[in-house]
Structures are given as C-alpha cells and as structure tokens.
C-alpha cells in the first residue's frame, strides 16, 4: 500500500500542467480536482490539468488517464491533504491514508 502512495504522489507532482496565470498563481483548483479524484476513486475531475507530456515509462500520454484511473482506483481512502508549500509553479502537498 505504501509503495502505491509514494507511486501516485511522485506522478501527480509532475502531471499538473503549468496554466498559472489564469488560476491567480495558485493550484487551488488543481487540488481541489485531486481532492474530488481521491473521493471519488476516479481521475476524471484531474483530466483537464494533466500535462499532454506526461507519459509512463513506454506508453503513450493516450494512455495516462487510464493508468491513473487504475492507480486511483486501488488507493486507501485519502484522510487529509495539506498544502506544505507554496511558490510559483511549484506546490508541495502532503498526504494521510487510511490503512
């Protein structure tokens, strides 16, 4: 489980894409899409924010939301989810699973 965790939270911090000007220099809807994700067990609410790039080792970006959607999907259930830092362009979370 842990392992699963330390997955997600390594791709999520590399998957938002950078459209900061339009959202006030914040990732507060990015957040709030991956707060709504974890409920939710889906990645449908991250989709608009997922960068084109982002690609797991040799699949292509097609198939990022459908790996994320399985990651998801077998995720504790989230507990809390803090801001630790802030700067532009750059957001630092951290996470609480239930075992």
Known sequence: MAYRAILLLAILGLSFSNDLSAQGNSYEHQIDALQ???AGRSVDPLKQ???K????LTYPSSATATILAQ???N???LVSLETVAWNPGKV????TFSL
Do not use: G, H, N
């Open 71 to 73: 990651v998801f999907a």
């Open 36 to 38: 709504k994700s974890f």
């Open 53 to 56: 790039e982002l690609t797991f």
């Open 75 to 77: 995720m504790p259930q």
């Open 92 to 95: 630092r979370l951290s996470y």
């Open 49 to 51: 924010y997922l960068s």
